[in-house]
């Protein structure tokens, strides 16, 4: 297996506390935030100091911990209603990425087998989520570049890296896979706009390895597919329906479209995790709409004239047939369809 070293860590459970790095401050600043209630973690979540679909999951996992923590100190004998609260807000923090109620699921689903102290067992739980989660990235890195051929060329978008997930990355753990095999010359990464996870953090996540990455505004992906210079698109993924499409951060649906016309492969990479067999087809998933601030300003300073009407729906939905294939740690689907898919459903 081909492994580039990975050092960055996101989510820290240390002391019976709960740490994230705020990626609001990144890249001029490395801070750890620490928490010990979960009602806090849901108002982290919402506020993007942990952001990333696996990652909300793991810090919302971890969040639950501490709800438990809390609500049997008040009274052992009515923790479960007690906590009830702090999961809904944990629940509400955002809509799209279906790893946040996948974990509270996961998290909830222990909770009939406990009757004494519940921290012991829903600590191993949300330790053990967190561990798959990376489990998964490092195969996923090795099944995905696999399929990338020598001298390649990656665009990218948004963050799916170390700091969106437990460690490694998806779309980035491929990336630095690919690299490590001497295959990945290459990154170009989207900006990402409005909230600049390109700029703000996957360049910075690559530049920590020395992975040669290219930082492009978003509109400049289609005159670098014109020019023969994308080999490949490497996205995540914040929720997979049953027939195979994909919600990402906005961008990504253009990017796939941008991808078929140049015949530039468009590769999704996402754990088990992400994948939502409840919803049928993208057309039923709720896309997080975020405040106007983040389109009309930047850093604090407004851009835009007063007044403007704002609509900023912060992912998108690439339907199935554009997408080359999706990456998951049981395996490798190409063309996906809602049959084939179907196996790990
Ligand atoms: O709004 P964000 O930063 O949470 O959006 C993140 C993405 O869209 C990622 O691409 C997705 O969650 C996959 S992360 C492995």
Redesign the pocket.
């Known amino acids: 297996m081909n492994l580039q070293q990975d050092s960055i860590r996101a989510i820290i459970w240390q002391d019976q506390q709960l740490q994230l790095l705020d990626q609001r401050k990144l890249p001029h600043e490395q801070i750890f935030l620490t928490f010990d209630d979960a009602v806090e973690v849901a108002q982290a979540i919402r506020d993007?100091v942990v952001?990333?679909?696996?990652a909300?999951g793991i810090a919302a996992a971890y969040a639950v911990v501490l709800a438990a923590k809390t609500a049997y100190q008040q009274n052992p004998q009515r923790w479960h209603s007690l906590i009830q609260p702090a999961l809904q807000q944990l629940a509400l923090a955002?809509p799209t990425?279906v790893n946040l109620m996948w974990a509270l699921q996961r998290m909830e689903s222990n909770f009939a087998h406990i009757s004494n102290d519940p921290v012991p067992i829903l600590l191993a739980e949300a330790q053990q989520i967190h561990q798959e989660d990376v489990a998964a990235n490092y195969k996923m890195g090795e099944l995905g570049a696999a399929l990338l051929p020598q001298n390649c060329c990656v665009l990218t978008?948004?963050?799916?890296g170390a700091l969106?997930?437990g460690g490694y990355?998806?779309?980035l753990g491929v990336v630095r896979s690919g690299y490590a095999a001497g295959k990945v010359v290459q990154v170009y990464a989207d900006e990402t706009r409005p909230?600049w996870?390109g700029s703000r953090l996957t360049v910075w996540e690559l530049m920590q390895e020395n992975i040669p990455v290219t930082l492009i505004a978003d509109s400049v992906a289609a005159s670098l597919m014109q020019r023969g210079k994308i080999d490949w698109v490497i996205?995540?993924?914040?929720r997979i329906t049953a027939n195979g499409d994909v919600a990402?951060?906005i961008g990504t649906y253009s990017l796939a479209v941008l991808a078929r016309h140049h015949g530039v492969k468009f590769m999704v990479v996402?754990p088990i995790s992400t994948l939502d067999a409840t919803l049928d087809s993208g057309d039923s998933i709720e896309i997080e709409q975020r405040p106007d601030t983040e389109v009309v300003s930047c850093h604090g300073q407004r851009i835009a004239a007063n007044h403007v009407v704002v609509w900023n729906p912060?992912?998108d939905v690439t339907p199935a047939e554009l997408v080359d294939v999706i990456v998951t740690e049981k395996g490798v689907v190409h063309q996906p369809t809602r049959d084939k898919l179907s196996q790990w459903f």
């Open positions: 993007m952001r990333g679909a696996p909300i955002r990425a978008h948004c963050n799916a969106a997930t990355g998806t779309a909230w996870q996205v995540g993924a914040d990402n951060k996402a912060v992912f």
